[in-house]
Every structure is written in C-alpha cells, then in structure tokens.
T-cell receptor
C-alpha cells in the first residue's frame, strides 16, 4: 500500500467554483502534513501546512483527520492561476517525507 | 526564486552508466533532501543529509548514494543506470530538522536514460 494516496483527477472546474481535494495516508505515526503546489515542469512549492485544528489561508482551507488518516484541501472562488497539480505530503518518523501522486486542477474561464 | 540551484538542467545517459547530480543549497541551510519524480508521479524521497551525514532514507537501492560537503552543497550519485531511473531529480534545502514547511526546492535535473 502506498504511503500517501490521492485522486489524480483531473479536476476541471469553472472560475469561481469551489473544489476539494482529498488525501489518505497509511502510517498512523505520521507526524506532519502539508499541501504543495506544482506548476507544469516546475519544482513543488509549499502551499500550506495542515494542522489538526484545521487552518485557513485566504481562499484555501486545509483539514486533518488523524482518526481516519485523511487530509483535505478546499479551494474557494477558484482563479485561473490556481491551475496546477496539488501534492499531499506526509512526514513520518526519521525525517522521511512522502508525496502523493498529485491531483491535477484546471480552472476554466 | 528559492536560492537553491541544481546542475545540470538536463542530462542524457545510457543504461549501465553512472551519473552525478549537484545541488547548491540556500545560504544558511544545513540540510538537503533528494527526490525522484517520474512522469505523472509525485516526488519520491531518496534520502536526506544533515551536516554531512545521511539522516533518513527512502526505499531506494544502494546504487543511489549521496554526499554533502562542508559548504552544504550536495551530490546525488546513481550507479548502473536503468531505464526506470529516467525522471526529474529534485533537491530541497532546509535548516535544522528539514521539515517540509521549511524546504526550498531547486528547479531539478531532468535525467533521461536510453
């Protein structure tokens, strides 16, 4: 079983839509959780950390459910510039970091 | 820009050859992590170096090895190249614990093995 699993999509949504991405992880001892964004043929860039209490950064909201080993990212009022691949990242013990396969988002005018 | 640089940008090798990829960390960072990203996949953790010592390793065979130098620049070496080694190789530098929220990625080296 993969350490981190994501629906690869693609998600094609109109501008202004709300879209949600989900991610599950297999190691219950995982310590830290993040969402990264990767544009085509570019390096990944940190979007936001994910905390147990949930956290919000503008139009982006991240949630963590440790009991279900589930992470989510919600994007409200989608912009064209949100088109990218969104990667779920889990840190296990021993400084080992695992990325999901990524979920592709295209925002359509 | 993150201040992390990688060289070369692109590289073509044949099966069985050896390759060395280089990474220059952001100033002040003492930790570097290397990842392999195959087409259509997320980055896969290869290993991490902290103050010149390996500090964590993913599920990669021993023919993937690394070095970190006193100036915290780093090399990834891959011996006996296989076709499946074709991928984008990313390095990420960070400070102290190497938590992802402080990792800064370089632009990557795209390796093609023929």
């Amino acid at each position: 079983r993969k350490e981190v699993e994501q629906d690869p999509g693609p998600f094609n949504v109109p501008e202004g839509a709300t879209v949600a991405f989900n991610c599950t992880y297999s190691n219950s001892a995982s310590q830290s959780f993040f969402w990264y964004r990767q544009d085509c043929r570019k390096e990944p860039k940190l979007l936001m950390s994910v905390y147990s209490s949930g956290n919000e950064d503008g139009r982006f909201t991240a949630q963590l459910n440790r009991a279900s080993q589930y992470i989510s990212l919600l994007i409200r009022d989608s912009k064209l510039s949100d088109s990218a691949t969104y990667l779920c990242v889990v840190e296990n013990t021993g400084n080992q970091f695992y990325f999901g396969t990524g979920t592709s988002l295209t925002v359509i005018p | 820009e993150t201040g992390v640089t990688q060289s070369p940008t692109h590289l073509i090798k044949t099966r069985g050859q050896q390759v060395t990829l280089r990474c220059s960390s952001q100033s002040g960072h003492n930790t570097v992590s290397w990842y392999q990203q195959a087409l259509g996949q997320g980055p896969q953790f290869i290993f991490q170096y902290y103050r010149e010592e390996e500090n964590g390793r993913g599920n990669f065979p021993p023919r993937f090895s690394g070095l970190q130098f006193p100036n915290y620049s780093s090399e990834l070496n891959v011996n006996a190249l296989e076709l499946d080694d074709s991928a984008l190789y990313l390095c990420a530098s960070s400070h102290a614990s190497g938590r992802p929220d402080t990792q800064y990625f370089g632009p990557g080296t795209r390796l093609t093995v023929l």
